[in-house]
């Protein structure tokens, strides 16, 4: 009878662990609209930071990540737990801020231009005057980052909710827990490498050998493309997952997408459904944006004639 039990337990164990092995598979396929922006966003952060301390800055970004996520994934569980009701409207806000922000990269030359002038301005100041305290500045960006990890790390993990919601609670815990552990090492692994990618290059391109100096070259000219494909696949992947999240969560949406792609088979019926998610999530982001740029202009005006 001991042995029968311990082989039933070994078969549950084994069970659970495949379904988080399945249900974090999805879960890191449906966060990926927030990966590449992730990846991009961090990477800039480092910006400005001698070279001797891009690696430190990236590591204290990283265990200020943790900190997010170890705030953020047991809320999550308490709310899956106790109010597990309020998992969708928070998946439809995920969804929603993610098309938001989508949009809002794609104007943020034009509504923010003076602002990231200035912040350059600043940042080229600092560099070069001997008197500027370099901590202070390092410090500033090192919380600038964790507060931009703490947003994106609450939508990564929302998403992730909503893909487990319908699991047993054991299977949240794991599906989250690895979600947050994996997703903040592997981010954070591949800062550490894009940051330090221009380095290698240049480490590369002084050395005698003929092959070396040819893959320095050719990494010096690959790091600013790269960090653009991650910006532009980060920011049309919030599209595609931000405007399906809002689109399955809107039957009329939902069914309208449907008829239109009931017909369509093969790579068509697997790519269409996805480009019309990802027009959905344009509209719906511009929609949001205008009705910030409203609320925006409305309260000064307000505070103004309260005064």
């Not at 940051?195 to 070259?217: E, P, S, W």
Request: aromatic content about 4%; hydrophobic content about 55%.
């Amino acid at each position: 009878m001991a042995g029968t039990s311990l082989f039933v337990l070994l078969d549950d164990i084994a069970s659970i662990l495949d379904d988080v092995a399945t249900m974090t598979k999805v879960a890191t396929k449906k966060t990926a609209g927030v990966l590449g922006d992730d990846l991009a966003l961090n990477a800039q952060q480092v910006s400005g930071v001698e070279a001797d301390r891009e690696l430190p800055v990236v590591w204290a970004v990283a265990k200020g990540s943790m900190v997010n996520k170890a705030i953020l994934v047991p809320a999550a569980l308490a709310i899956s737990a106790f109010i597990p009701w309020l998992i969708v409207p928070l998946l439809m806000l995920g969804g929603a801020f993610l098309c938001f922000e989508g949009v809002e990269k794609l104007a943020h030359k034009y509504l923010h231009g003076k602002e990231d002038a200035e912040h350059r301005r600043k940042v080229v100041e600092a560099m070069t005057n001997p008197e500027a305290d370099l901590v202070v500045l390092e410090k500033d960006k090192i919380r600038g980052a964790i507060r931009t990890d703490f947003i994106l790390s609450a939508e990564i993990i929302v998403i992730a909710l909503g893909v487990v919601s319908g699991m047993d609670f054991t299977t949240q815990v794991a599906v989250l827990i690895s979600i947050a552990v994996m997703i903040t090492t592997g981010v954070y692994g591949l800062v550490a490498a894009i940051v330090k990618l221009d380095d290698a290059g240049l480490y590369l391109r002084r050395q005698a050998n003929a092959i070396a100096r040819g893959t320095g070259a050719t990494l010096l000219w690959l790091a600013p493309w790269l960090m653009r494909a991650l910006s532009v696949l980060g920011t049309l992947a919030m599209f595609l997952v931000g405007g399906g999240i809002l689109s399955h969560g809107l039957p009329p949406v939902h069914h309208l997408i449907a008829s239109l792609t009931v017909d369509m088979e093969g790579v068509a019926g697997a790519l269409v459904p996805s480009l019309l998610d990802g027009v959905f999530g344009l509209i719906a982001g511009a929609a949001v944006l205008l009705l910030v740029s409203l609320v925006k202009r409305l309260l000064p005006a307000k505070a103004q004639a309260a005064h």
